[in-house]
C-alpha cells in the first residue's frame, strides 16, 4: 500500500501545509479560501506558503459581512448629501476579528449671522393717528414782516408789510394748503443691520428645526416733510405829507404770490434697537451642485414664528419758515435753497419755542413671522455658508396715544454660518 494515504509521519506532514494555508500576516487580512474561521491563526507565513487571498475592494457597497472574502467589507463614503448635516466625522470599531468603519452623523449644529432687514410697506406714522398735530398751534401771522422807507420831513413814507393768508374766503384755517404725508419705516430708519446666533437640531438628511435670538439696531433720519402753502402778500402804503407835516394824501396797493410753501415741518426721529427671538424649521431639497466633491450647493425653504422687542421711538420736529420778503426781494425765490435767505430755522430763533419732542411708542413686543428660501454651499465636512431672503410680517404697535399703527413687512438678507457638533 502507499504510504502516501497511511497514518504516523506522512499524516502528520500532510496537516502541516493545511495550517500554513489558514494563516494569515494579520488581523486585517482576509480569511483564506477554504478555511472555517475556527482554522484561521495569526502570525507569518512558512517558507514557500504564504496564506490567503489579496481581497477584493468592495467600493460603493453596503457593509456586511463576507466569510468568504476575508470579514467586513468596506462602505460607499458620504460626499456631501444634503447640507451641512450630510456628512459627518467617521471612527473605526474592531468587530469579529475585523474593522468595521462607521459613519456618526452630527445631530447639531450652531450658526452665526449677519444681515439686513429693510422694510418695503408700512407707516411709522400715519396723519390718521399721530399722536400729535405738527401744525396744531401754527399761526401764520406770528411771522409777518414789516419796513419802511422815506420820513415825513422827505414829504413821503412808504410802509411795506409782508404777509402770508388764504387767498380764500371763509376758510378754517389760516393756509391755502396743508400737507402731512405719512411717514414710512424706511424714511423714518436708515436700512437696519442684523447680527444672531441661534442652534439647528438635525432631523434628517432633509430636515431641520433652529431657534435663533437675534439683535438689530438702525439710526433714525429726518424725513416726512409736512408743509403749508399760502398766498404771501405785499401791502404798500404811501404817505404824502406838506410843508406843516400834515398827512394829505394816502394810496394802499396789495400785491399777492399763491401756492408758496410758508412753512415746513421734519421728524427727526430717534434710534431703533430690536430684539428677535425666533422658531422654525427648513426643509433642504436635492443638491445642485457639488456632489462629485463633497462641497454640495444646496436649496432649501424655511418659515419662523416668534417675537420681536421694540425699545421707545421719539421724534423732534424740525420747522422752518419762510421769510415773507424775500418772495418778493428775490428773482426767483425759492424756499428749498440754503444759500438764498429767505427762511430760517425756528428752533434758531430764540422768540420761538424750542424743539418740539414727541414720544411715538412705548417699549412693547410684537409678533413677527416669516418665510424664506436660499441655498447652501457645504465648505467642509462640518462648516457650511448659507445665503437666504425671503418676506418677514411684523404685527402692528401702539402709539403712545393708544392708536394703532401699521403693520411692517420686510425683505431680509442674511449671510448665516454654521459649524457641526
Not at 405785499?234 to 405829507?241: A, D, I, L
Amino acid at each position: 500500500m502507499n504510504s502516501w494515504f497511511s497514518g504516523g509521519s506522512e499524516g502528520a506532514y500532510a496537516a502541516k501545509p493545511s495550517a500554513d494555508r489558514c494563516r494569515i500576516p494579520h488581523r486585517q487580512a482576509p480569511i483564506p479560501r477554504g478555511c472555517h474561521p475556527s482554522q484561521v491563526t495569526i502570525g507569518p507565513a512558512s517558507q514557500g506558503h504564504p496564506g490567503g487571498f489579496p481581497q477584493t475592494p468592495q467600493f460603493g457597497q453596503p457593509q456586511r459581512y463576507q466569510p468568504s472574502q476575508g470579514g467586513w467589507n468596506q462602505p460607499q463614503q458620504a460626499t456631501g448629501g444634503f447640507g451641512n448635516h450630510a456628512s459627518g466625522n467617521q471612527h473605526a470599531a474592531l468587530h469579529q476579528g475585523g474593522t468595521k468603519p462607521r459613519l456618526r452623523k452630527p445631530r447639531f449644529r450652531a450658526s452665526l449671522d449677519l444681515g439686513l432687514d429693510q422694510a418695503v410697506s408700512g407707516n411709522i406714522l400715519t396723519n390718521a393717528a399721530a399722536p400729535t398735530t405738527p401744525f396744531a398751534s401754527y399761526n401764520p401771522a406770528d411771522f409777518n414782516e414789516g419796513r419802511q422807507e422815506g420820513s415825513i420831513a422827505d414829504g413821503e413814507t412808504t410802509s411795506r408789510l409782508y404777509f402770508a393768508n388764504s387767498r380764500l374766503q371763509n376758510t378754517p384755517d389760516p393756509w391755502d394748503d396743508l400737507r402731512v404725508p405719512d411717514v414710512s419705516f424706511t424714511d423714518a430708519w436708515s436700512a437696519p443691520t442684523t447680527i444672531g446666533a441661534g442652534g439647528e437640531f438635525i432631523l434628517n438628511d432633509r430636515a431641520t428645526l433652529f431657534g435663533r435670538v437675534g439683535y438689530t439696531q438702525s439710526e433714525g433720519t429726518s424725513g416726512g416733510a409736512a408743509t403749508i402753502e399760502g398766498t404771501v402778500f405785499e401791502q404798500t402804503t404811501v404817505r404824502n405829507y406838506d410843508e406843516l407835516f400834515n398827512l394829505v394824501a394816502t394810496s394802499v396797493s396789495t400785491a399777492f404770490r399763491s401756492e408758496q410753501p410758508i412753512t415746513e415741518i421734519s421728524y427727526d426721529f430717534s434710534d431703533m434697537r430690536r430684539l428677535d427671538l425666533e422658531a422654525g424649521g427648513r426643509v433642504y431639497l436635492n443638491p445642485i451642485a457639488g456632489q462629485a466633491t463633497g462641497r454640495t450647493v444646496t436649496p432649501f425653504l424655511g418659515a419662523s414664528a416668534g417675537a420681536s422687542h421694540y425699545n421707545a421711538v421719539s421724534y423732534t420736529l424740525d420747522q422752518r419758515q419762510l421769510n415773507y420778503a424775500s418772495v418778493y426781494e428775490d428773482e426767483q425765490p425759492s424756499f428749498y435753497d440754503l444759500d438764498v435767505p429767505q427762511g430760517f430755522d425756528l428752533d434758531d430763533n430764540p422768540a420761538t419755542p424750542g424743539v418740539t419732542r414727541v414720544e411715538l411708542y412705548d417699549a412693547q413686543w410684537v409678533a413677527t413671522g416669516s418665510l424664506k428660501a436660499g441655498v447652501e454651499w457645504q465648505v467642509t465636512p462640518k462648516t457650511a455658508l448659507a445665503f437666504e431672503t425671503g418676506v418677514r410680517v411684523e404685527g402692528a404697535r401702539d402709539y403712545a396715544n393708544g392708536e394703532k399703527g401699521d403693520r411692517r413687512i420686510s425683505v431680509p438678507l442674511t449671510l448665516r454660518g454654521s459649524f457641526n457638533f
